[in-house]
């Protein structure tokens, strides 16, 4: 594997708060590379470390084969950050935005690349409007255009499509295929499951610690159980039924209960008996391949 970001026990705390706890991994140069979690789990002070924005307790990391604390310079300008508060300037147009954060990373010549960025998340259209009259989606587009300015080799993305509606995450989604194809590696945090699917290799991050670290179909296919859906009436009392009865660990989706049982054909048997007799009509029941959010959920909950 060609290693463009090695992290060997890193450590993090604020205070007495343990926010990364001794973790070690590597992404493959042109991976998408994608860190699921929690609230609160340590994906945003990963993120921040390897950008050398915070100090580590511990640990060795390497960015593009540079050591982090000792050669951070090196590694500045070949890096981009989309942070979650990323701060556009809203009395700027499009273009001065883009413009000021080519003026940071001291990008001279940055009108072919402007440009390239314009065209490139289709803000073209809009490039002299003011950054405030921009939508949600657009806002977004327009922050990951000025964090790429300088062309990076390396995007750190911070929950990039977090409270974005979906049109507009399909739309930031094809840029980001786009950027893999220019071979820009990409390492993001996403609450979003769906989003970790598209990702080549997934950590979990849970109070700290990777939990699990592959790809999303080897994840997938790490639950050796059985999923069981169920539809019924009466959703919130079958749901305790069953806690109270089965040591079964359930997930509740809306209106669908998923148990994760140890066989399907036994186990559904008895958990259609309980709910028979407590008069709860189950409407439809099958047994499902588990997905990323029945495995996490379950991961997190064995973590905890
Ligand atoms: P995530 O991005 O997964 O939500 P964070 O990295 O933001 O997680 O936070 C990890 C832990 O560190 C949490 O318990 C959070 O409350 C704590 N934390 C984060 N930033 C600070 C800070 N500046 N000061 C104190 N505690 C912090």
Redesign the pocket.
């Known amino acids: 594997m060609n290693k463009i970001i090695d992290i060997k026990n890193l450590s993090k705390s ?1 205070n007495d ?1 343990l ?1 990364v706890d001794d973790v070690s991994y590597n992404v493959a140069k042109g991976e998408m590379f994608g860190l699921v ?1 929690p ?7 990963t993120i921040r470390t390897l950008c050398g924005l915070l100090i580590t307790d511990s640990g060795e990391i390497e960015v593009l084969g540079y050591n982090l604390l000792k050669e951070r310079k090196k590694i500045q300008n070949k890096i981009g950050y989309l942070s979650q508060k990323f701060s556009l300037y809203g009395d700027l147009t499009v273009d001065e935005n883009i413009e000021f954060f080519a003026d940071i990373h001291g990008v001279k010549d940055y009108e072919n690349r402007s440009n390239e960025l314009l065209e490139f998340t289709r803000l073209t259209p809009f490039k002299d409007r003011l950054a405030e009259k921009l939508s949600g989606g657009m806002k977004q587009k327009l922050a990951l255009a000025c964090s790429l300015i300088h062309k990076p080799q390396i995007i750190f993305l911070d929950e990039p499509t977090t409270g974005v509606d979906p049109v507009s995450r399909r739309d930031f989604w094809k840029i980001l295929s786009n950027l893999l194809k220019e071979g820009i590696t990409i390492f993001m ?1 996403t609450p979003y499951l769906d989003e970790a699917e598209r990702c080549n290799r997934v950590a979990l ?1 849970s109070n700290g610690k990777i939990i699990s670290l592959d790809t999303p179909q080897k994840i997938k296919g790490s639950l050796e159980k059985d999923v069981i859906e169920i539809v019924c009436n009466k959703i919130r009392e079958a749901y305790k039924l069953i806690q109270q009865n089965f040591p079964f660990e359930i997930q509740m989706f809306g209106d669908r209960i998923n148990i994760i049982v140890d066989e399907y054909e036994t186990d559904y048997k008895r958990i259609e008996k309980l709910l028979n007799d407590n008069s709860i009509e189950i409407l439809n029941h099958r047994l499902i391949t588990p997905s990323l959010e029945n495995v996490f959920i379950h991961l997190v909950q064995e973590a905890n």
């Open positions: 604020y708060i926010a979690g609230d609160g789990a340590g994906k945003t002070t945090s991050m």
